[in-house]
């Protein structure tokens, strides 16, 4: 029976890594393209994403809550007008030196935790 716990656990534990994923811009493109990134399909709750310098990635949705996801930007993060980027109380974004957050008007593009922390349009540059 304890080896049965001990399976189920580790069943569980596999899962949730398996999960997450390293998703780095591959090209210019949008953020709902899964061609656009490495991982091979658009970015989900727990992934690590990364935009290159030199990369271009355009946020054209409304995005889901997501969990736990941590974006790094060294490129550019562009938000078409309306769109945003919402992530959970563990998320973060990070911006370089080298990266920039862009957007058309001015209004919420990246809310944590239910909190507004960019509000666009930019650009604005990193570090942030």
Not at 30 to 49: E, H, L
């Amino acid at each position: 029976m304890n080896y049965f716990k001990i399976g189920l656990i580790c069943v569980f534990i596999l899962a949730f890594n398996f999960s997450k994923a390293d998703c780095t811009a591959i090209k210019d493109g949008d953020w709902s393209n899964p061609t656009s990134w490495s991982c091979g399909r658009v970015p989900a709750d727990y992934d690590v994403i990364t935009i290159p310098v030199g990369f271009i990635i355009n946020v054209d949705i409304n995005s889901p809550t997501y969990i736990d996801m941590v974006i790094n930007v060294d490129g550019t993060l562009n938000f078409d007008n309306g769109q945003k980027i919402n992530l959970d109380c563990g998320g973060q974004v990070n911006v370089s030196p080298t990266g920039r957050l862009t957007g058309g008007n001015p209004g919420s593009k990246i809310d944590i935790c239910g909190e507004t922390v960019w509000n666009g349009p930019g650009p604005t540059s990193g570090p942030l």
